[in-house]
């Protein structure tokens, strides 16, 4: 005990506090959850629902994490991190399970098929702002399966290297790799068109 309390001295006191709640929450102390949660939720819902858009799923994921810190709050250890780290770690790993789950098949066989919006005031589009989106949506299709589907998990699903890995089962460097040279391909492109606009520096 006295070495535990060694540990969790050493974390500062937001964290210390949100470390003797999970200690008792370990014990089955019901009302450590309940100050748990209060105090966490906003922080679970919000990156679950950067990972999965949906306030529906977020909702699940978050009650799903909270359950699991009700079953698993033994496991927790300050050698493991911060509670909020370890809060950040559970919760990230549920929506990732819960997006693969949910979109692996449409992320492997289907094309995204993302569409930058139009304009609210689409009777007032410019010709440069139709000219543009059809550049994007054109550049992004020429690229291979695997660049494309990267660049538009991160740029327009909010997903890092690491959960964009999770999702489509390849190795973190593959994906980096891809983004790499997707990028690369899209800047050329890009800027291959803008050439000929005779927009200065």
């Known amino acids: 005990m006295t070495k535990l309390k060694d540990k969790l001295s050493k974390l500062p006191s937001n964290e210390k506090d949100l470390?003797?709640?999970?200690?008792?929450i370990a014990r089955g102390c019901e009302?450590?959850?309940?100050?748990?949660y209060d105090r966490t939720v906003s922080r679970v819902y919000g990156l679950a629902l950067k990972i999965l858009t949906k306030n529906h799923d977020a909702d699940e994921v978050a009650m799903d994490v909270f359950k699991q810190i009700w079953n698993k709050a033994a496991d927790y250890t300050p050698e493991r991190g911060s509670p909020t780290a370890w809060l950040i770690t559970l919760t990230r790993s549920r929506a990732i399970d819960r997006l693969?789950?949910?979109n692996k098949r449409k992320i492997r066989e289907e094309s995204l098929d993302f569409k930058v919006p139009a304009s609210s005031s689409t009777s007032d589009e410019k010709t440069d702002i139709?000219?543009?989106?059809d550049l994007i949506n054109g550049a992004l299709s020429a690229l291979p399966p695997?660049?494309?589907k990267s660049?538009?998990?991160a740029y327009y699903y909010g997903l890092t290297q690491t959960e964009i890995a999770d999702v489509?089962?390849?190795?973190?460097?593959?994906v980096k790799s891809w983004m790499r040279a997707g990028m690369s391909k899209l800047r050329a492109s890009m800027g291959a068109e803008?050439?000929?606009t005779g927009r200065s520096a």
């Not at 489509?168 to 593959?174: A, D, E, H, I, S």
């Open 19 to 24: 470390a003797e709640l999970i200690e008792k």
């Open 31 to 36: 009302s450590a959850l309940s100050k748990f």
């Open 100 to 102: 693969r789950t949910d």
């Open 130 to 133: 139709r000219e543009k989106r």
């Open 146 to 148: 695997g660049q494309r």
């Open 151 to 153: 660049i538009e998990l």
């Open 168 to 174: 489509m089962n390849k190795p973190l460097g593959t």
């Open 194 to 196: 803008e050439m000929g």
